[in-house]
């Protein structure tokens, strides 16, 4: 779990810009899955094109991905056969990710929660 003084930590030690090697580092996470997390756009960046050094990404960004992974691990996890090198770069699709039941009760939450707040639908 992502604890508020970790994500200060981080802030205050890194530029708001970062690197893909300073990312990987902070989210304790392989090269290849940095990757893949970069040019799926599940984490957003600014991608140059170039051989080196090509993404720079905000730091907020990285704290907000560790904080979306700690909730739902299953939507940043790789295809299958990503890692033997024949697999897409395509990240899951969101149908493949949550089951119909799934969706059913994530609106049924949220609408009681909207209740509660007497925020018309």
Do not use: W
């Not at 140059?48 to 992974?69: E, M, N, P, W």
């Not at 890692?83 to 395509?90: F, L, R």
Request: hydrophobic share 30%; net charge positive.
């Amino acid at each position: 779990m992502i604890t508020d003084k970790y994500c200060k930590e981080i802030l205050e030690q890194y530029p708001e810009y970062i690197t893909k090697d300073q990312m990987y580092r902070i989210c304790h996470i392989s090269k290849k899955t940095c990757l893949f997390l970069l040019e799926s756009g599940l984490v957003p960046n600014i991608d140059s094109g170039k051989k080196t050094r090509r993404f720079k990404i905000k730091t907020t960004d990285v704290i907000q991905y560790l904080r979306d992974r700690d909730d739902y691990p299953e939507l940043f996890k790789a295809p299958d056969g990503y890692y033997k090198g024949n697999g897409c770069k395509k990240a899951p699709a969101f149908d493949e990710v949550f089951t119909k039941n799934d969706l059913t009760r994530m609106r049924q939450f949220y609408e009681r929660l909207l209740e509660k707040q007497n925020i018309p639908m």
